[in-house]
């Protein structure tokens, strides 16, 4: 159950709507690499999602610990969408089990987190500089796998 911070206008509200954002993505993002690293073939490739997902498991931790500051216990990813994204997962690799499919929905997911990120970013102009600066590691890091994993694509 989300705070009353819903209700606060300024630097908090979008602290804490912008930390939201970041931990339902950040989420998403774990849970994604999750679904596929058991299933890619190249050791480098599966090395690239697993540090991945290891620097979003560190954001998760710092977003949680400021979301606790803020009396606020975060936001989980929309069902409809995890829902949506193990089904288009689990259909493309059915169909075309290869590292290429994997990096493909990869880039795919990446490019999703980076655009709602961004938009967070902006939408919440006020929020304090270590939200933006959490946001802003989460996109370089979604950046940084969609260009590492290109050679897979």
Wanted: hydrophobic share 35%; aromatic share 4%.
């Amino acid at each position: 159950m989300n705070s009353m911070m819903d209700n606060k206008s300024g630097n908090d509200g979008d602290t804490v709507k912008l930390l939201r954002e970041c931990d339902a993505g950040v989420k998403m993002g774990i849970t994604s690499i999750n679904e596929v690293v058991d299933k890619v073939q190249d050791k480098d490739f599966s090395r690239l999602l697993k540090k991945c997902r290891d620097e979003h498991e560190r954001l998760s931790v710092e977003v949680g610990e400021l979301l606790n500051e803020h009396f606020d216990d975060g936001k989980s990813p929309n069902p409809i969408v995890t829902g949506m994204s193990w089904i288009k997962t689990n259909a493309k690799l059915l169909a075309d089990p290869t590292d290429a499919t994997i990096a493909d929905l990869m880039t795919d997911g990446c490019n999703m987190g980076v655009k709602s990120l961004s938009r967070y970013l902006n939408q919440y102009k006020s929020a304090d500089e270590k939200s933006k600066d959490i946001a802003e590691r989460l996109v370089s890091s979604e950046l940084e796998l969609t260009n590492d994993i290109r050679a897979y694509l």
